[in-house]
C-alpha cells in the first residue's frame, strides 16, 4: 500500500520528505491530476489532498473502493470541507496553514497514526520538542477537576506564559475534564451516568477515573484527556467543530445536539480557542483527546488543525 500526495504543488516535497520518514519503505506518489489519481486510487492506503479538490477526490476514492483515508490540506479551513469530513468516514485530518507550509512533525503523526494503528496513543508530550514539562493527574471527584483547573492556570502563570494563554489553557482544561468525567461514564448498559446532569457533584470509582495530562514546551501548551470509555462518536467530533467554525465566522450554526449532555458543546469551544485539537478512538475502551495551543510570539506555521484517528472507512 502508497502514500499519495494529490495537487499541493507548494507543499508537496515537505510532504514527501516527512510521509518517507514516517514510514520507512512505504512507497510515496504524486499526482497532479483526476486522470491520475484515478489510476492510482485502489493502491494508496493514506492520501494528502488540497481542500480545494477534496470534493472530486473523495468521490474517485469511493467509486474506486479504495480503502485510502485521507487529510485534507487548505490555507484556511473552509466549511464545505468540514462538512465533507463529516460526510465521509475516510477523512482523518484537516489541516489548514496560512504560512503555506504545514508543520512536518503533524504530517508525522497522522501518517504512523495511519500506517501503523498498532502504535501506543501518543501523548501531546510525545510530539513535542525535548524539553517539555508535564504534569498529570487521575481525576476522580468534581472537586479534582476545579483544583486541576487553577492549577493549570497557575502553573502556566509561574511557567512564563502570558494571561491570555493561561486563561485559554484553564479554559480548554475544563472543558476536557467536564467531556471525560460527566458526558464519558455510562452504566453496563452503555447509558450516560452523569451526561445530563453537569451541575451535580460526583465522585468516580477508580475504573472510570480519566487520565490528565498538562504539557508546557516551548512552541505549545497542550492538555490530553483520555478515559476508559472510548465512546466519541465520529460525526460528533465533526460537528461540533464545524459548530465551533460556523460562529467563528457569524454564520447560522446548526441546532446544538445536547443529547449526550455539552460535549457537542465543549468541542466546538475546543476548536474555536485551539490550533489543534485531536481525537483518538478505541471502540469501547479508549477516547482520547488532545487541545494544543502554539504559543505567542513562536516562529512556524500558522495552523488550525483537526485529527481523528484511527478510522475505519466504511462508505
Known amino acids: 500500500m502508497s502514500i499519495l500526495i494529490h495537487g499541493l504543488e507548494q507543499q508537496r516535497q515537505s510532504i514527501v520528505r516527512c510521509a518517507r ?6 512507497p510515496v506518489t504524486t499526482t ?4 491520475e489519481l484515478t489510476a492510482r486510487a485502489a493502491e494508496q492506503q493514506l492520501a494528502f489532498v488540497d481542500g480545494q479538490d477534496a470534493a472530486p477526490v473523495l468521490e474517485i476514492l469511493r467509486s474506486t473502493q479504495s480503502r485510502a483515508r485521507v487529510v485534507l490540506i487548505d490555507r484556511k479551513v473552509e466549511t464545505h470541507v468540514l462538512r465533507l469530513a463529516i460526510a465521509s468516514a ?3 485530518g484537516v489541516l489548514a496553514c496560512d504560512s503555506g507550509h504545514p508543520a512536518p512533525w503533524e504530517i508525522n503523526y497522522i501518517t504512523r497514526r495511519v500506517v501503523s494503528t498498532t502504535d501506543p496513543i501518543p501523548w501531546v508530550s510525545d510530539m513535542v520538542p525535548w524539553g517539555s514539562t508535564n504534569i498529570s493527574w487521575t481525576p ?10 487553577e492549577q493549570i492556570e ?12 493561561s486563561t485559554t489553557v484553564s479554559t480548554a482544561a475544563h472543558e476536557l475534564l467536564m467531556n471525560a468525567m460527566y458526558d464519558a461514564p455510562v452504566d453496563d448498559s452503555g447509558k450516560p451516568i452523569y451526561a445530563l446532569q453537569r451541575s451535580r457533584e460526583i465522585e468516580l470509582p477508580d475504573h472510570m477515573a480519566p487520565r490528565f495530562r498538562f504539557t508546557l514546551g516551548s ?33 447560522e450554526a446548526p441546532l446544538l445536539d445536547t443529547s449526550h449532555g455539552g460535549a457537542g458543546l465543549g468541542l466546538h469551544t475546543l476548536y474555536s480557542s485551539g490550533t489543534i485539537l485531536r481525537a483518538e478512538l478505541h471502540p469501547l475502551k479508549r477516547t482520547h483527546v488532545s487541545w494544543m495551543l502554539r504559543r505567542h510570539g513562536t516562529e512556524g506555521p500558522s495552523t488550525r488543525s483537526l485529527y481523528f484517528a484511527p478510522v475505519k472507512v466504511t462508505e
Open 219 to 251: 512552541d505549545y501548551l497542550g492538555l490530553d484527556a483520555s478515559d476508559p470509555f472510548g465512546r466519541l462518536p465520529r460525526n460528533r467530533f465533526f460537528e461540533g467543530v464545524l459548530r465551533g467554525h460556523l460562529n467563528m465566522i457569524g454564520a
Open 90 to 92: 475516510r477523512v482523518v
Open 154 to 165: 497557575g502553573m502556566a502563570k509561574t511557567l512564563g506564559c502570558e494571561r491570555r494563554e
Open 140 to 149: 476522580k471527584t468534581t472537586r479534582d477537576l476545579r483544583r486541576i483547573v
Open 32 to 35: 497532479t491530476t483526476l486522470d
Open 21 to 26: 520518514s514516517a514510514a520507512p519503505g512505504r
